[in-house]
């Protein structure tokens, strides 16, 4: 079986999966509040520059992949109205049920669905925008998932990526303390998962960079590809057009 990367480990393919799936059944419950703790509060800012940069309009067919607790989901259903739809989604089932319940408490009751971003159940030019926040890092065929992507975007349609990425040289080292000494010890602390936010931490130092990825979005079907570093490039987001 072709091995890939589970944070700095190597496992089979099949195995990543299985890991990674766990990491998120353990850290659903606590998802939201470490969030909140290990950003400091910005994840909300970073996703609220995805929102306005997505710029959904009513009537727009909007499609959130690996939306977990449905942060961007609830922001574009509010944007595209009655007469659109969002789809909200996650291959995790812990995270999709937390999500679900947070939107039906907020009075949103939007389609949800458990996909697996590789194999997407939706036709060909379904969507005018699909986003994913937080998500690509850990699926384990990037660039197959980024043609699914694209498979199921309209021509023109758009795909957003927000995505940790690489970090402005000077502030490597602090940042890599902060990951590997503070975020785990948090996690131990806070959600009593020490090991998952270690994962969290080495995932992030595997994911491509902003120009790798710009260059794997290209390959996979997206003629225009625009990178937007936030907080000196801790977060991007990656913004393609179908061609």
Known sequence: MAQTHFGYQTVDEGEKARRVRGVFDSVASNYDLMNDVLSMGMHRAWKAYAV??????????????????????????????????VVHTDINEAMLRTGRDRLLDE???????????????????????VSVAFGLRNMTHKEAALAEMCRVLRPGGRLLVLEFSKVAAPLAKPYDWYSFKVMPWLGKVVARDEDSY?????SIR??????????????????????????????????GIKC
């Not at 977990?68 to 574009?76: E, Q, S, W």
């Not at 270690?198 to 080495?202: M, Q, T, V």
């Open 52 to 85: 306005a940069v997505a710029n959904v309009r009513p009537g727009m067919r909007v499609l959130d992949i690996a939306g977990g607790t449905g942060d961007l989901a609830r922001a574009f259903a509010r944007q595209a109205g009655e007469g659109g739809t």
């Open 107 to 129: 009075g949103l009751a939007l389609p949800t669905t458990t996909c697996d971003a590789e194999h997407l159940p939706f036709a060909d030019n379904a969507f005018d925008l």
């Open 198 to 202: 270690r994962y969290l931490a080495e």
């Open 206 to 239: 595997m994911h491509p960079d902003q120009a790798t990825l710009k260059a794997m979005m290209q390959g996979a079907g997206f003629g225009h590809v625009d990178v937007h570093n936030l907080s000196a490039g801790v977060v991007a987001l990656h913004m």
